[in-house]
């Protein structure tokens, strides 16, 4: 199995990791290396194993999905990490692509969807099921979804991030939920905004932010 797709399963829901590791055991050319129930043995059986591809869940205990993806990218940049998960909304699908994932599918997912998932992300593409793809269109779409990276360019681009979430009239806790950061982090940024941006206050940066397109609906 020398050309075999090898995979690493994280998921802390023993009956569907059960029910995916038999899908994945029936394919001629694909080795189901190691499971993990946690974030943090997904990291350490990704060192181990050193996968093409890790199916990831995100909530797992220890450390969710969203750190484990970025910290398994981070150390091992070749390997392909896809989200499946039952999550859908914005935070997480868009936290996971910051993360690093390739791809992001739902639970809801057909076997066929998820073994051709897999084989997109170990080839380098980036894949998204059609409820996800949709999401990230629109997200795109939206007037000033990339505004601020052109209007700001001193910025970085989690400092952008942060000030279209700004602008948008969320408070730290809620850009910090949103970006699974720390408040701290997330103060940090927001200073760091303002003396760059050379203003006084929030409703300042708002105001400049606005102007510029940020915080659009």
Known sequence: MSDSLRVLLADDHPVFRDGLSSLLRSLD???????ASTGAEAVALSEQHQP????????????????ATREV???????????????????????AMRAGARGYLLKGASQDE???ALR????????????IAQRVIS??????????????PELTQ?????LELIAQGRPNASIARHLFLSEKTVRNHVSNIFAKLQVADRAEAIARARDAGLGGT
């Open 120 to 131: 997109s992300v170990a080839s380098g593409e980036a894949i998204f099921g059609p409820a």
């Open 158 to 162: 989690r400092e952008n991030e942060v």
């Open 73 to 95: 990218v981070r150390a091992q940049p070749r390997v392909g990490v896809l989200v499946l998960t039952m999550f859908e909304d914005d935070d997480s699908v868009f936290a």
């Open 139 to 152: 997200y795109f779409a939206r007037s000033g979804g990339l505004a601020g990276a052109t209007a700001f």
């Open 52 to 67: 093409d591809v890790i199916v990831m869940d995100l909530h797992m205990p220890d450390l969710n999905g969203i750190d």
């Open 114 to 116: 998820i073994v051709r």
């Open 29 to 35: 050319d694909v080795e189901l290396v190691a499971e």
